[in-house]
Nanobody, 123 residues
């Protein structure tokens, strides 16, 4: 059974940091890319950051460049999203998702999804 389990969300003040984790199981992790997406109330789901397991290539949305860092521990089948200098506009439910091959920015391309973790940044 394929599972993606996010953790690490919470409530933080503006300027603070959080580290999200995405633990994967049930598929060959090295064959997949992992993406982090977020969805705020009333807004569409948007790509935040992605990483390809094959070569470690990464993607960052312009809104998070320089503040967020994605990394992968292939031995643990886990992808992390380190979020620094958080802003109130980062408030959303954050999801991780998996797609076979290289990363995609379009969430519709992803095969598997986690249940999401809430990130709330207070001003």
């Amino acid at each position: 059974e394929v599972q993606l389990v996010e953790s690490g969300g919470g409530l933080v003040q503006a300027g603070g940091s959080l580290r999200l984790s995405c633990a994967a199981s049930g598929f060959t992790f090295d064959d997949y890319a992992i993406g982090w997406f977020r969805q705020a109330p009333g807004k569409e789901r948007e790509g935040v950051s992605c990483i390809s397991s094959s070569d470690g290539s990464t993607y960052y949305a312009d809104s998070v460049k320089g503040r967020f860092t994605i990394s992968s521990d292939n031995a643990k089948n886990t992808v992390y999203l380190q979020m620094n200098s958080l802003k109130p506009e980062d408030t959303a439910v954050y999801y991780c998702a998996a797609v076979k091959g290289d990363y995609m920015v379009d969430p519709h391309e992803y095969d598997y999804w986690g249940q999401g973790t809430q990130v709330t940044v207070s001003s």
